[in-house]
């Protein structure tokens, strides 16, 4: 069952994604070559806190930081530590923040100063296939409308879409119904109506799309070694175009 918000739970995933997004911003921010991963993870913490909000990810399943931090070939649930970020890496940046006890979930890839062309292809390409699933993300559609339009523009661009993880529902949970993939057919899943609220995150892999995970029990990588970028936002169906909830008000981005 996919939950229609009221009008006060959508008020409430507003607030709540505007620090997503503004955290996420800020971690954006502190991405420079020296910069340790734990004090972006503290700086996050700090400010989702002042902002009276909760970050979703501290403690949920026993995570035990307020962000991920995915460096490279590292495409997911990176856990901020004593990692000293260099010149070249790409940072996937994944923040979620609660504000009575309503959720925004926000990711997007980050150049450490000068990094490879191929780099920045598929942070580009990553970016872009999200814009072009959620075209798709509207009254009248299915849920692998929007799974079909990423995997297409990111095969077509070269880059290969994981399978082993995908979108999801969110509201007063941080998972809910439905799973929304990043790849398959179109014209499947349940048809999408206004109220509806989703985290659309194409994760995108510069080699194969193969993962597996790491001793940690969270960081999850490419099997190949490759390059991985995740960039997601959480939006709202409405009668027209999707809203995206996770946006900082000065967001010129
Ligand atoms: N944004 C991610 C997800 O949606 C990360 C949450 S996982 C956590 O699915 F365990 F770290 F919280
Ligand atoms: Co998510």
Redo the contacts with the bound molecule.
Sequence with gaps: MIQIKSQREISLMRRAGEIAAAARRLAGNMVAPGVTTREIDKAVFDFIRAHGAKP??LK??G?P?SI?ISVNNEV??GIPGKRVLREGDIVSL?V?AALDGYHG?C?ATIPCGKVSGEAMHLIEVTRQSFYEGIKFARPGNRISDISHAVQTYAEQNGCSVVRD?V??G?GSK??EAPEVPNFGPPGRGARLFPGMTF?V?PMLNAGDYKIRRLSDG?TVVTLDGSLSAHF?NTILITSGKPEILTVCPEDTE
Excluded: T
Aim: proline fraction near 0%.
């Design positions: 979703s990810f949920y399943n995570y930081a991920c997911i649930h994944d979620g979930d990711a993880y979108g999801h969110v941080l998972h985290a995150e969270w997601e």
